[in-house]
């Protein structure tokens, strides 16, 4: 589904991607951890082209991002991607935010948007907020039409950006539960995440990254019960 | 010296009323003008390719670097001859006016949109939009309510600047009042009224601004 190949990136003179290669299968879901500043972010906003690639390559379904040809903004349309700072657009009520892409850029009818739209928030649960602005939802709530609002595009890739970490602690159950619910139904996710619940219980695979590396892939159990590298026992006594 | 000679204010005030409206008309006239322009150039400003942005960088420097009165000297006895075959002030006002607020109404173009926080772009593009959707239904609607203020600012200090038209006789109010002034030698009468008339032309506007803030406020 996806296929990265000795990807680099770097700002500047900062090269904060050195050398990543990771293939991820349909329906995979996999957690990306490490401290801040090792490059999970980054990594993230390459697979959608969000950051300019520096080196090497990203296929999405055997589609090359960087080659000739491709359509960025027609591969973005399956790919969906949840911020950590939820990005709604205030301008907009809920159910809006969600119709506009399915609107401008697959040109749907405003009917079959609308429905589109009340089905997903019915599935996140915000069925009654639909007419509201996003100014008046709490955290977990944005994020939530933040996810709908990326599955309005249909897409077969979800792409989670730190989803809970703006979220205050009563809130972050809530959105890792829609995201627990996606996973079951097969969704393909990359999720860079500090919650190292949901790695264990939802992760097919973890990566940990640091330094611009993915320095040890396993799935959760075993990375997280008997890490190999000196770095992820590092990292994980900190965090665990 | 003699008293305060309404008399004259008397005669002159179908023509200083006559020349409110030209300021009005010229004043309106630039700052819709410049606001399709500014509005290209503010984009274009901001355009990653140097070959756009630098031909407008260096308008936006030229007419904000330079007095508006040499502008006006410069487009009426330069550049309007150069393109037209008659010569007419009030649209030598017009299109120096136009051009002087593009400059400005650029850079307000500009600062709205990079106030727009980037992720709103980035959320947009992630859905699948391209740059120019993304602008158009994403960042412009927001930028636009935050240049409102701004906006209104300049059409006040457009109105009040449109003055310099009258030394090239645009039949504006100033030109009014330097009339009055040329045919009974007096000061206060003229550009007493004048001064008047253009406090009570930025008030109502300073009011109607306020009131589109409030409206767009609870909107």
Redesign the interface.
């Known amino acids: 589904m996806i296929k990265v190949e000795r990807l680099k990136k770097s700002f500047g003179d900062l090269e904060v991607l050195k050398e990543i290669n990771v293939e991820i299968k349909p329906q995979e879901v996999v957690v990306v951890i490490g401290p801040s500043g090792s490059g999970k972010s980054t990594f993230l906003r390459c697979l959608n082209l969000l950051e300019s690639i520096t080196g090497g390559k990203v296929m999405i379904k055997d589609q090359d991002l960087t080659a000739k040809g491709t359509n960025i903004n027609q591969v973005r349309t399956n790919v969906g991607m949840v911020f950590q700072q939820f990005n709604l657009f205030p301008h907009k009520t809920v159910l809006e935010n969600i119709m506009m892409s399915p609107m401008k850029v697959r040109k749907w009818q405003r009917k079959q948007a609308e429905e589109k739209g009340l089905a997903l928030l019915r599935k996140v649960g915000l069925y009654e907020k639909a007419h509201v602005y996003p100014d008046s939802l709490s955290g977990g709530q944005k994020q939530r039409v933040a996810i709908a609002r990326a599955l309005a595009m249909e897409p077969e890739i979800m792409l989670f950006d730190e989803p809970t970490s703006a979220l205050d602690p009563e809130m972050v159950g809530e959105v890792l539960e829609v995201m627990k619910e996606l996973a079951k139904e097969g969704m393909t996710m990359v999720v860079v995440t500090h919650e190292m619940g949901f790695a264990k219980e939802v992760g097919d695979r973890v990566l940990f990254m640091d330094g611009g590396y993915i320095v040890e892939e396993n799935v959760p159990i075993e990375l997280f019960e008997h890490p190999k590298e000196e770095r992820t026992k590092a990292f994980l006594s900190k965090v665990l | 010296m003699g008293v305060f000679s309404f008399e004259i204010v008397r005669e002159y005030l179908p023509f200083f009323l006559k020349g409110a409206m030209v300021t009005v008309g010229a004043s309106l006239a630039g700052i819709l003008i410049g606001s399709i322009l500014g509005l290209f150039m503010g984009i274009g400003r901001i355009s990653k390719s140097w070959w756009i942005r630098y031909p407008f960088i260096w308008y936006i420097n030229a007419f904000r670097g330079t007095p508006l009165f040499v502008q006006i000297l410069l487009i009426h006895f330069g550049l309007i001859p150069l393109i037209m075959e008659s010569v007419n002030p009030l649209v030598s006002l017009i299109v120096t006016l136009s051009l002087n607020a593009t400059a400005y109404i650029a850079e307000i173009f500009r600062a709205g949109i990079q106030s727009i ?1 980037r ?2 772009m ?9 740059h120019v ?1 993304a602008m158009r ?2 960042i412009l ?2 930028a636009f ?1 935050r240049m409102i203020p701004p906006l209104g600012n300049e059409f006040i200090v457009l109105l009040k600047d449109s003055s310099l038209g009258a030394i090239i006789a645009a039949p504006e109010l100033m030109y009014w009042g330097r009339a009055a002034q040329g045919q009974y030698y007096r000061v206060w009468e003229p550009y007493l009224t004048v001064a008047i008339i253009y406090l009570i032309l930025t008030l109502s506007l300073t009011y109607l601004l306020n009131y589109i803030e409030r409206r767009l406020d609870t909107a």
């Open positions: 926080d992720g709103q980035e959320a947009a593009r992630s859905l699948g939009m391209t959707q239904h994403v609607p927001q309510k």
